[in-house]
């Protein structure tokens, strides 16, 4: 992984490299600034492939072969990439975690150069992982509960973005995927029945049905769509549970609809599997399905158990791209302080925050919600305390004071002196963090239409040295 990078992260570290300030220490922020499709809130995600790169970053010989043919580079240069030994501190807030705009979702604490070169390979892995687990998020909101099954792979754009994506949407709410690889590499339950063609092979439907009925007698789910389901697809699976899997004990599964009138065709479905004693045979649609997709089923009375859906996730379709940026926040003196660094701009929500900062989440006691996240300059006291003062960033007259709370740190040390420190929790543990995260938010944060704006906070201190460096970086302008 260590050539993943822009190539500037190697020009600009040359240039580092000849006025030796490749070895000054720095502070990086990873962080976002907007929630995908205008929602309440997003998913952490990507963090263990990014441990899986660094534990194993460096240079070999083909990678210095490949620089050094380019001409930019000296050969002092590319010595000290060969001899490169990664030592950061790095503290991320865990995948599953709901998060928020312009909070950090990772801190880098290093030599220049090193906090420089993992930059891509950084974003590159929150960014899609996380906005795939928000979509899945979102998706598995809207089913209520109801399972969801990941087949997005052959739409997905490359095999990583595949294989991750199907890891980031379980993270996300997912119950299973039909990506084989997933469910190899990270033990993601798989899932998958038939396509159109397996039917299509046989003379007739019926017998497509029967003999994959004989072959899967406790997991019979048959696609009904092929060529007509309320003439054809139900009454052929009714007479494959009646005819085949009963006589042999057991029972039909399901039945899968991935197109016409969704709405209709399950209302339709449903009457004929009761009436035919198969109330516990389920109904699974899909066919370009997502969040509004899903809502408005329900809204118009679909009887549907659960959902396959494919393209819309893996790629999050209506809005591909998370926005997560990487960000100097810092520059560690000789005596061991800190010389704040930020980002000044017209725009104000580009506007960075200084210095080496912490994030904590504040919940109420006495019904469980969150109620704001709060950033503030490293070595703030929070934890304990009986009241504190929150205030809006931007409308400062907005003030709260909180009492009965407790505030959570929300990020954790990964890396220290490049050795991982973190114990990394298995797939299924992420999971069910991430839905007892989501349990932690108003409903109104959930909604997909005009969500509530969940508060990101700074402390006083902190508030108060952004506006001294605005002041002090902008006098001359």
């Known amino acids: 992984m260590s050539l993943v990078l822009d190539y500037y992260e190697l020009t600009m570290s040359q240039v580092y490299f000849n006025e030796k300030k490749h ?19 997003a998913i952490m995600a990507g963090l263990d492939e990014i441990i899986n790169a660094l534990e194993n970053f460096h240079f070999d010989e083909e990678d210095i072969e490949f620089l050094r043919s380019t001409g930019d580079f000296t050969e002092e240069f590319l010595d000290y990439l060969t001899n490169l030994n990664f030592s950061c501190d790095i503290w991320a807030i ?10 950090p979702l990772l801190k880098v604490r290093g030599p220049l150069v090193q906090a420089q070169l993992i930059e891509t390979m ?32 052959r739409r997905a754009q490359g095999y990583d973005a595949s294989v991750l994506g199907a890891r980031a949407a379980y993270i996300g709410g997912v119950s299973s995927t039909s ?33 994959y009925a004989k072959a899967y007698p406790d ?74 997709a899903i809502k408005d089923l329900y809204s118009n009375g679909a009887k549907i158990d659960s959902f396959g859906v494919g393209e819309r996730l893996i790629t999050s379709k209506s ?5 997560g940026v990487y960000k100097l926040s ?25 210095g080496s900062k912490e994030v904590y989440r504040f919940y109420d006691n006495e019904t469980g919600k969150a109620i704001a996240d709060l950033i503030t300059l490293e070595g703030e006291e929070v934890v304990g305390q009986e009241s504190y003062e929150l205030f809006d960033p931007i409308a400062t007259w907005k003030r709260q004071t909180v009492t009965n709370f407790t505030a959570r740190p929300l990020l954790e040390k990964i890396f220290e002196n490049g050795e991982l420190k973190y114990e990394r929790p298995s797939l299924n543990a992420i999971k069910n963090y991430c839905t007892k995260e989501k349990s932690t938010l108003w409903p109104s944060v959930m909604r997909f239409d005009s969500p509530h704006e969940y508060y990101v906070d700074l402390s006083q201190d902190l508030w108060d040295l952004k506006q001294e460096m605005i002041r002090k970086l902008t006098k001359n302008i």
């Open 23 to 41: 070895e000054d220490i720095v502070y990086f922020d990873l962080f976002f600034r907007r929630v995908p499709e205008n929602g309440g809130y």
């Open 94 to 103: 865990p995948e599953g975690t709901v998060v928020f705009p312009g909070e």
């Open 122 to 153: 950084l974003l590159l892995n929150i960014n899609h992982q996380s906005l795939i687990a928000t979509k899945a998020s979102r998706i598995n909101h809207a089913a209520e509960g109801r399972a969801i099954a990941e087949f997005g792979a």
């Open 179 to 211: 990506s084989t690889m997933a469910g190899g590499v990270f033990n993601v339950p798989v899932s998958g029945t038939m396509a159109h063609s397996f039917i299509q092979l046989y003379d007739n439907e019926y017998d497509a049905f029967v003999d």
């Open 219 to 292: 997991n019979t789910v048959l696609l009904v769509d092929t060529y007509n389901v309320l003439k054809q697809g139900i009454p052929n699976a009714i007479k494959v549970a009646k005819e085949v899997l009963e006589p042999m004990g057991k029972r039909l599964k399901g039945i899968r609809i991935d197109s016409g009138d969704l709405t209709y065709l399950t209302q339709e479905t449903r009457k004929m599997l009761d009436e035919a004693g198969l109330e516990d045979c389920k109904i699974v649609v899909s066919n370009s399905l997502d969040e509004y």
């Open 319 to 323: 809005e591909p791209v998370f926005g």
């Open 330 to 354: 810092g520059v560690e003196k000789e005596d061991g302080s800190i010389r704040a660094t930020m980002k000044i701009s017209e725009n104000v929500a580009k506007i960075t925050n200084p």
